[in-house]
């Protein structure tokens, strides 16, 4: 009886110290992480080698989901084809919709790519613009003052170290936000083709040009008689390279860096990535593997 | 040496040095100078940067200002009533089919017949056929409740209340209470929409069980357990309107299912989820249409209990666990089921073997079983190939003296046996194509019919979530 009780209480009080951030992709997570230090304990729903578009709505997310005090996603309908059946499924009322443990980065930075027309015959559009936000490592800035300050609303007792913890990360990352651009200087007007428009935000940080997408729509396998296509239109504006995220299949950029004798150069799109185990590794590794493809 | 002389080389040794020193004064003077230009500049481009930091601040402060200020004017533009429309969603399903044996002498030999057939269980007719439409309609209804519908428009032209339900956003503490008619959340397949399945119709032991699907119509109370690991427990009650159920006209609770589902992660590639379900209702007057061994027609009805469990896995891999690529599912169901009551047999002749227009009851009892598993593999983006197998085992029923077997055939024991391939190819994840072969020996020994589908599954419109 004694161990029952004792067994219900560790069931019903997971630790409390700590506010749970559930994350849905990993940047956001290490974002958290950065602010709040050890005042939160943040996980992430998916890994930097799957497609945030597509995830299952697992049990193991439903369940995490209904302890966590701040759901953490995207926006901009990224995460539409799974978080919605998470959130109703885990019977939590604090990261539902319009609660102020649901937050949603892609609100707090200017979207690129806004489409002019919606329509499914364009692929897999987003009507907010694009989602992948994290390639620019200005909107961290953005998106962690606002996510600050929703974890001290949260969390009020802990406020005083969120603003703190956001201050110190400004701090350090504006500095290096200087050197990466230091860095990336001879990448400026560069011409790059990518597998998946999954990069506005990389291009018009570094202002490398994108001269043509593997993809023939946003989410469609491209085929071999359209890769040879953009390989034909693609010559005449020389691209030195061509770009794809870690998740992506591996094919269609291989297939383009061989018939283009141009580098495949895989960036690791979101923090867990190969060499990119935290946000900074995430930049530091994209600069240098794109200023290793100009060599 | 003279002194003097001695005295004026000093001096004239001094006097050398003079300019040295004043030179050395001047040097001096510029390099505080330098100095304090540097210090100044130093200062000066200190200051430069900070401002430039403000300004980049404010600027995206003022971006991020003048951004919102024009989502506010457009959502201010578009404060129109249909804002608030719902999402409103259509699945599109049809199929050609081709089998061996005519579609309309089908029947599930040992097993009572589950009701009138429905578009999503074994072919109904053969060539060109529209499967269900089906038509869903959305939203919160407030910050407490979200409301879903969902309408099957089917080939003979009527349009099915498939479910129509709330369910609550906020009770708390885990809970979830779903209220109207809503598929019952028992096993894994009958809560996913037939649009969703691998195989273009339901498993033989959904037919065969529950009709090809389980809807309650009532209330359900679901709660997810605060643990690490998922634990859900799930409650049902409501009116038995549908198989096994049927035709119970008094008040309170008709139908009562209870269901406990746990799952989990193993590793990154890795996800599963099990459960164990269980139905209990009370048919009043639960009838089918049969002939006896003579061929003449009968109504045979049973009221009693009907009691089913139902055991549930599913397995999914796929490498990372990003399924883009490659990815493989398992899944399968076992059903138990045992009905204890009395059993009548209405002759619709006035004479005949099973007692004529009288009718004669006897008791009965039976206990049957049955079982899917069904691998689908995902070997390159957008195509898949499946394999189910299915397998019931109908037992022998008891009953007499009253009754005998020549007056109830259908219920004849029978092993109903089914395999069936499927490839299906998607251009997104809106289209479907299938393709699927099946030899279903459902109709009893040496009635063997082969199936062959041609299918398509189209999503437009608001699209939601698709579970598990």
């Known amino acids: 009886m004694r161990f029952a009780i004792l067994l219900l209480a560790a069931l019903a009080l997971p630790a409390q110290a700590a506010l749970k951030v559930f994350s849905t992709v990993p940047e956001w997570a290490a974002l958290a992480r950065e602010i709040g ?198 010559a005449q504006s020389r691209p030195r390279m061509v770009i794809r995220a870690a998740y992506n299949p591996a094919r269609p950029a291989e297939w383009f860096a061989r018939e283009a004798r141009v580098p495949a150069v895989v960036l690791p799109f979101s923090v867990g990535a190969p060499e990119a185990d935290n946000l900074t590794a995430l930049f530091e590794t994209t600069v240098q593997r794109l200023l290793g493809a100009l060599q | 040496m003279k002194p003097v002389s001695l005295f004026a080389l000093a001096a004239a040794g001094a006097l050398g040095a003079l300019p040295a020193l004043a030179a050395d004064a001047g040097l001096q003077a510029l390099r505080e100078e330098i100095a304090q230009m540097r210090k100044s500049y130093e200062q000066r481009i200190e200051a430069l940067e900070k401002r430039l930091v403000q300004a980049e601040a404010t600027s995206t402060q003022a971006r991020v200002a003048a951004d919102q200020a024009a989502n506010q004017t457009t959502r201010a533009g578009e404060g129109k009533a249909n804002a608030f429309n719902p999402e409103i969603g259509l699945n599109l399903q049809g199929a050609l089919t081709k089998t061996t044996r005519d579609p309309a002498t089908w029947t599930m030999r040992g097993f009572v017949p589950p009701g009138e057939p429905d578009e999503i269980g074994p072919p109904r007719r053969r060539g060109f056929t529209a499967q269900e439409t089906e038509l869903t309609v959305a939203a919160n209804v407030d910050p407490n409740f979200r409301g879903y519908l969902n309408l099957a428009l089917t080939p003979g032209n009527a349009v099915e209340l498939e479910e129509a339900y709330f369910h609550t956003l906020g009770l708390g503490a885990g809970l979830t209470v779903k209220g109207g008619r809503f598929l019952s959340g028992i096993g894994y397949q009958n809560e996913i929409h037939p649009h969703a399945w691998d195989f273009a119709d339901a498993p033989l032991a959904y037919t065969a069980f529950v009709g090809n699907k389980l809807t309650a119509e009532g209330l359900q109370l679901k709660w997810l357990a605060p643990t690490e690991s998922f634990l859900e427990l799930g409650l049902e009650a409501g009116r038995d309107n549908s198989f096994p159920g049927g035709a119970r006209n008094k008040g309170g609770s008709g139908l009562g299912a209870a269901f406990a589902h746990i799952g989990g992660d193993v590793g990154a590639s890795s996800s599963w989820r099990g459960g164990l379900s269980y139905i209990a209702t009370r048919p009043g007057a639960r009838s089918y249409a049969g002939v006896d061994a003579s061929g003449l027609a009968t109504t045979v009805s049973f009221a009693g209990d009907s009691r089913t469990a139902v055991a549930d896995f599913v397995w999914k891999w796929a490498p990372d666990g990003n399924a883009k690529e490659r990815s493989f599912k398992l899944q399968g169901e076992y059903f138990h089921r045992t009905e204890d009551g009395r059993l009548s047999c209405v002759e619709r002749d006035t004479s005949g073997a099973c007692g004529g227009a009288a009718g004669r009851a006897d008791s009965y009892r039976s206990t049957q079983s049955g079982y899917y598993l069904q691998g689908v593999w995902q070997f390159m983006p957008r195509w898949r190939l499946g394999y189910r197998h299915d397998r019931l085992d109908s037992g022998t029923p008891s009953f007499g003296p009253t009754l005998v077997a020549t007056d109830l055939p259908q219920l004849a024991s029978w092993k109903p046996q089914r395999n069936t391939l499927m490839a299906d190819y998607a251009t997104s994840e809106f289209a479907r194509l299938r393709f699927q072969l099946a030899r279903d020996s459902s109709r009893g020994a040496g009635l063997a019919d082969n199936q062959v589908w041609l299918q398509y599954v189209m999503s437009l419109g608001a699209h939601g979530a698709h579970k598990f």
């Open chain 1, 37 to 234: 230090g050890d005042k939160v304990a943040a996980t992430s729903a998916t890994t930097a080698l799957q497609d945030p578009h597509h995830v299952d709505a697992r049990p193991s997310l439903i369940a995490r989901a209904r302890n966590a005090d701040l759901l953490l996603a995207t926006g901009a309908e990224l995460e539409v084809g799974w978080l919605p059946v998470v959130q109703r499924e885990s019977g939590n009322p604090r990261i539902q919709g319009g609660q102020p443990g649901y937050f949603e980065a892609a609100a707090c930075v200017r979207l690129l790519d806004v489409p002019g027309r919606l329509d499914r015959a364009d692929g897999d559009v987003h009507a907010a613009g694009n989602p992948h936000i994290q390639t620019d490592p200005r909107n961290m800035l953005q998106v962690g003052e606002a996510l600050a300050v929703r974890m001290a609303e949260l969390d009020p007792a802990n406020a005083a170290a969120y603003r703190a913890g956001y201050a110190n990360f400004a701090e350090r990352w504006r500095a290096q936000i200087r050197r990466w651009e230091a860095q990336a200087a001879p990448l400026r007007g560069v011409a790059v083709v990518s597998q998946h428009k999954a990069w506005p935000y990389l291009l018009d940080w570094l202002g490398l040009r994108e001269v043509a997408t593997l993809e023939p729509k946003p989410g469609v396998e491209p085929s071999v008689a359209h890769l040879a296509r953009v390989r034909e239109q693609a």
